[in-house]
């Protein structure tokens, strides 16, 4: 079994809809979780990152993190064709010197 | 270069052969990682440099990897005797701990193709 699942999609949904985006993790350990995009043939982007528990909100964009579930999720909110995209989630037990840990990657196609 | 640049963008080779992978990452960043990512797959993280001290090299797949990094900046990952089951794309990060959140910025990468 994999420490991240991440379900690879792809996903394909209108412009405007509401995208959930999630991953399941096996290791307790794990503190610190983020959520990349990565268009095609170029390297990921940090898009957010939270730590333990709880609630993040930049934009359009949301990050939630249940610890006691080892579930986290990324919400995008009026989704564009510009998010088309693939999207990783990673997370690490400490912030500083230390891998992260990758799921397989979701593919978001959202159709104009 | 504001970014993290990796050389070749490409390469092919045949199976047997070394290859040289290069990453310059952002200046001033101390840490340095590589990660392979595999058609379908996540990353997965082969080798990590912080600043002068020894390298974590448990992501290595096997012997046949190795990498350096000179002067705290270029890195270079080393396939030796390649397989068909290397082929993949090499991606480099770097950061700066103590920078908000350990943010790793990344490379485009190098797609290796083993024939």
């Known amino acids: 079994q994999k420490e991240v699942e991440q379900d690879p999609g792809p996903l394909s949904v209108p412009e405007g809809a509401i995208v959930s985006l999630n991953c399941t993790y096996s290791?307790?350990?794990?503190?610190?979780f983020m959520w990349y995009r990565q268009y095609s043939r170029k390297g990921p982007e940090l898009l957010m990152y939270?730590?333990?528990?709880g609630n993040k909100e930049d934009g359009r964009f949301t990050a939630q993190v249940d610890k006691s579930s080892k579930y986290i999720s990324l919400f995008i909110r009026d989704s564009q064709p510009s998010d088309s995209a693939t999207y990783l989630c990673?997370?690490?037990?400490?912030?500083?010197?230390?891998?992260?840990?990758f799921g397989a990657g979701t593919i978001l196609r959202v159709k104009s | 270069g504001a970014g993290v640049s990796q050389s070749p963008s490409n390469k092919v080779t045949e199976k047997g052969k070394d290859v040289e992978l290069r990453c310059d990452p952002i200046?001033?960043?101390?840490?340095l990682y590589w990660y392979r990512q595999s058609l379908g797959q996540g990353l997965e993280f082969l080798i990590y440099?912080?600043?002068?001290?020894?390298?974590?090299k448990s992501g290595l797949p096997s012997d046949r990897f190795s990498a350096e990094r000179t002067g705290g900046s270029v890195s270079t990952l080393t396939i030796q005797r390649t397989q068909q089951e290397d082929s993949a794309v090499y991606l480099c990060?770097?950061?700066?701990?103590?920078?908000?959140?350990?943010?790793?910025?990344f490379g485009p990468g190098t797609r290796l193709t083993v024939t």
């Open positions: 990060a770097s950061s700066y701990p103590g920078q908000g959140g350990n943010e790793q910025y």
């Open positions: 290791n307790s350990a794990f503190q610190y």
């Open positions: 939270t730590y333990s528990s």
């Open positions: 990673a997370m690490t037990p400490r912030l500083y010197g230390n891998k992260l840990v």
């Open positions: 200046s001033g960043h101390t840490a």
């Open positions: 440099f912080q600043g002068n001290s020894a390298p974590d």
